[in-house]
C-alpha cells in the first residue's frame, strides 16, 4: 500500500429530520458520516448530527463493527430496539441512503476496475 493510500472510505447521506425536535432546529437534517473499511466492509467509526455527545456516542458504539456488505435490517432492527426518539426514523433513512451509496460506489469501483 502506498503511504498516502487510506484503507477507509467516509460515506455520508442525510434525511429530514421531524418538525419539533431539537435536531430538527439546529441542523433541519439527521446526517450520518461513516468510514468503512474498504477491505472487510466494516463501520470502524461513525458521526451523526445528535446534539447530545451521549447520543453521539451512543450511536457510534451502535454502528462501529457492522458489516456494510451486508443487509441493514439487523442493524435497523438494533436501532429501533435500543433508540426511543422522535429522530429514529430519519435516522434509519439516512443510514439506508449511506448504505445505497455505499454500494453504488462499489459497483461503480469495480466496473471501472474490469474495464
Known amino acids: 500500500m502506498a503511504q498516502n493510500e487510506?484503507?477507509?472510505?467516509?460515506?455520508?447521506?442525510?434525511?429530514?429530520?421531524?418538525?419539533?425536535?431539537?435536531?430538527?432546529?439546529?441542523?433541519?437534517?439527521?446526517?450520518?458520516?461513516?468510514?468503512?473499511?474498504?477491505?472487510?466492509?466494516?463501520i470502524i467509526n461513525a458521526e451523526f448530527t445528535f446534539i447530545t455527545g451521549l447520543t453521539q456516542d451512543f450511536f457510534k458504539r451502535l454502528m462501529i463493527g457492522f458489516d456494510m456488505s451486508t443487509d441493514l435490517q439487523g442493524l435497523i432492527n438494533r436501532i429501533e430496539k435500543h433508540y426511543f426518539a422522535p429522530s429514529t426514523t430519519a435516522v434509519i433513512v439516512a443510514l439506508k441512503g449511506a448504505h445505497k451509496r455505499y454500494h453504488e460506489k462499489l459497483k461503480q469501483l469495480e466496473e471501472g476496475e474490469s474495464n
Open 6 to 42: 487510506l484503507s477507509s472510505v467516509l460515506v455520508t447521506a442525510y434525511a429530514k429530520a421531524p418538525q419539533g425536535t431539537a435536531m430538527y432546529e439546529v441542523y433541519k437534517h439527521a446526517g450520518i458520516v461513516l468510514e468503512i473499511n474498504s477491505t472487510n466492509h466494516k
